[in-house]
């Protein structure tokens, strides 16, 4: 069974940092190409953050760029988004996707909600 777990979501003020983990398992991690995404009220979901399979590549929206880290552990299989210097506009429910091929999963989401 396909599983991708997001945690780490949460409510920090501007200006903090959060770390969001992606616990992945019923797959083989390790080819699959990982992403973030988020999708906040009232707009479509778009993509944060990818990271290539060994993890030598990544790239970033450009509202996230020097502020954000995406990173992967293939023997822990989970991806991670570290995220510093929070604004208000980051808050979004972030999804993590694997894909590989024309094979796609996703995540629930997890919210993260930046307010003072």
């Known amino acids: 069974q396909v599983q991708l777990v997001e945690s780490g979501g949460g409510l920090v003020q501007p200006g903090g940092s959060l770390r969001l983990s992606c616990a992945a398992s019923?797959?083989?991690?390790?080819?699959?190409?990982m992403s973030w995404y988020r999708q906040a009220p009232g707009k479509e979901r778009e993509l944060v953050a990818a990271?290539?399979?060994?993890?030598?590549?990544?790239n970033y929206a450009n509202s996230v760029k020097g502020r954000f880290t995406i990173s992967r552990d293939n023997v822990k299989n989970t991806v991670y988004l570290q995220m510093n210097s929070l604004k208000p506009e980051d808050t979004a429910v972030y999804y993590c996707?694997?894909?590989?091929?024309?094979?796609?999963?996703w995540g629930q989401g997890t919210q993260v909600t930046v307010s003072s």
């Open positions: 019923g797959f083989s991690f390790s080819i699959y190409t």
């Open positions: 996707k694997a894909t590989y091929s024309i094979r796609t999963y």
């Open positions: 990271i290539s399979t060994t993890g030598g590549n990544s």
